[in-house]
């Protein structure tokens, strides 16, 4: 999707090193249309009238219930084409539904004409974060609490961007904000949690999901057990010491396997000798071991936790966790390790798990898809001794509310850049059906179709792409083959639009090395 930049005869920004350094706007003056015909106290009670409107329709958003409450809005603005407050409540439900380009025009026009609107300024500042605009979005929100400091959907706006970019105390500052400031609004308190589950804060994390329980609509069950099963597993966790502990070596390098363009390594768990085969996923964040390996290595489930949302069959599976002793990588160990367990489908390759990007977070990561290798160095120790690579050759990556890593990528034939997972555990890379459907792109499609296995089943029939050429960075492939998918399952959770996957078709032509907690990449192409 493609916004407007900002029209500078409306919005003046300066040159910012910190947030609210120097802030300027130029202030227009609007002039109102005279009310006439209407005695003063009717005008009055028309205006009373609207406001309780306006109030049911915030409690019926809150409820869940974003039908009515859009249709009440569209009556008060059917009415009253002009009463910018409606029309903004109304471009916040658009946003909470992922109608983005709605909430952009709706927010954007209250903005340019009314200057001074705090609440506009929130609006059209968190449509632009859903987009991906960070940096834009960054001024906005900015704006919108320079004028209103007690604006939460601006505290939460930027909580959230200082998250997707790797800040997590300052995320959990600004959330905390937001939750001050409105502390019934459900999506706050759940972002506040989910931040602090990153933070490894697991008491507090459980503590807000459950007033996550308390304050959201009952109707949304699914999601609901979700949480519960969730409260349950951070309850455990919060008992614990700690997570993650590193032992064994400060580095180790170990060679892998690429099967259907997917690097996997060998492993052992709970000490126990037997190997077992687990695929590098940068595109999960948490790791996965099979029911069926669990089940052989006695892993029972802690606890279970509705169903979860992901490509294939029909788009759920059960989430259930476990809990592993200790993760040993050639001379590096990890012990405390939490971990999905679920049923692997299609599994002809005999995979036992995913390694997540917890369970290698601490660790400045190289996967060389030349020389077929895998190296982990301490993060500590790598920054001691100097061995990080010059930094200036660094992408940046973001982090999504999910857990994926997400950079900027270039298609041929697209104007803007569009936001992609990173994903060394897909084979191939994918794009949005929303891509796929652009002139640009369609006439790119190939007659093959494919078969998908994913985390909740196979879909058959997936259409596929060649694209000319993919770019990220400095980085530039032709004749990529890619697929296209409903990535709205991805995108309901991601945070900020992600419209496609850079899968390992893409990938293998490169050594990458990942710095996790700057959430930064190096690609270095690999000789063939």
């Known amino acids: 999707m493609k ?19 120097g802030l300027a706007l130029a202030v227009l003056f609007v002039i109102g249309l005279p009310v006439s015909g209407l005695a003063n106290d009717d005008v009055q009670q028309i205006e009373e009238d609207t406001r309780q409107q306006i109030k049911q329709a915030e409690k019926l958003a809150k409820r869940g219930n974003v039908v009515e409450a859009e249709k009440l809005l569209r009556q008060i603005v059917e009415r009253n084409p002009q009463h910018s407050t409606a029309k903004l409540k109304l471009a916040y439900i658009f946003l909470k539904q992922k109608r983005l380009l709605e909430a952009y025009d709706l927010s954007f026009e209250i903005a340019k004409n009314e200057p001074k609107n705090s609440y506009a300024f929130a609006v059209l500042g968190a449509t632009l974060l859903s987009a ?52 019934e609004e459900p999506d706050y308190v759940f972002a506040l949690a989910q931040v ?37 597993f951070l309850r455990f966790l919060g008992g614990r010491r700690s997570l993650y502990d590193l032992g064994g070596g400060e580095r180790t390098s170990v060679s892998f396997e690429l099967l259907r363009d997917r690097p996997v390594i060998k492993l052992s768990v709970n000490k126990n000798e037997e190997p077992l085969k687990f695929v590098l996923d940068t595109g999960s964040g948490i790791s996965v071991i099979s029911r069926e390996t669990a089940e052989r290595l006695k892993i029972k489930p802690i606890t279970r936790g509705g169903l979860a949302r992901a490509i294939g069959g029909n788009g759920k599976f059960e989430i259930v966790y ?40 601490k660790f400045l990561t190289t996967i060389d898809y030349g020389s ?23 992408l ?11 950079g900027e990528v270039q298609l041929e034939g697209v104007q803007s850049s569009l936001n992609f997972i990173v994903d060394t555990g897909a084979s191939i890379s994918v794009i949005s059906e929303e891509i796929a459907g652009l002139s640009e792109i369609s006439r790119f499609v190939r ?25 990220f960075g400095s980085n530039s492939r032709e004749s990529i083959t890619a697929i296209a998918l409903d990535l709205d399952i991805i995108n309901e959770a991601s945070g900020f639009r992600q419209a496609g996957i850079l899968g390992g078709n893409f990938l293998k032509n490169y050594r990458l090395t990942f710095d996790f907690k700057n959430s930064k990449v190096i690609f270095t192409p690999v000789r063939k």
């Open 372 to 394: 077929l290798s895998f190296s982990l160095v301490r993060k500590d120790i790598a920054e001691d001794q100097n061995t990080v690579e010059n930094k200036s050759l660094y």
């Open 447 to 471: 007659n093959e179709k494919m078969r998908v296995v994913g985390a909740a089943g196979v879909t058959e029939d997936v259409p596929s792409f060649l694209l000319p050429r993919v770019t």
């Open 196 to 232: 602090e589950a990153r933070a490894e804060k697991y008491k507090d994390a459980a503590d807000h999901y459950n007033r996550f329980l308390q304050v959201s609509p009952q109707t949304d069950i699914e999601r609901r057990d979700r949480i519960k099963g969730l409260i349950n």
């Open 132 to 183: 991906g605009n960070f940096k834009e979005a960054d001024k906005i929100l900015v704006t919108a609490l320079s004028l209103n400091k007690k604006e939460s959907l601006a505290w939460a706006g930027l909580g959230m961007l200082d998250f997707y970019e790797n800040r997590i105390a300052e995320s959990i500052e600004y959330l905390k904000g937001a939750v001050y400031y409105d502390g």
């Open 396 to 406: 940046p990556l973001r982090l999504t509310s999910s857990g994926f890593l997400s």
């Open 3 to 21: 916004f407007r930049i900002l029209d500078p005869v409306f919005f003046r920004f300066p040159f910012q090193t910190k947030r609210f350094a």
């Open 322 to 361: 476990g809990f592993l002793k200790s993760v040993n990588i050639g001379d590096v160990e990890i012990k405390s390790v939490p971990v999905y367990i679920r049923e692997f489908h299609s599994n002809d390759e005999k995979i036992d798990g995913y390694i997540g990007l917890s369970l290698i977070s």
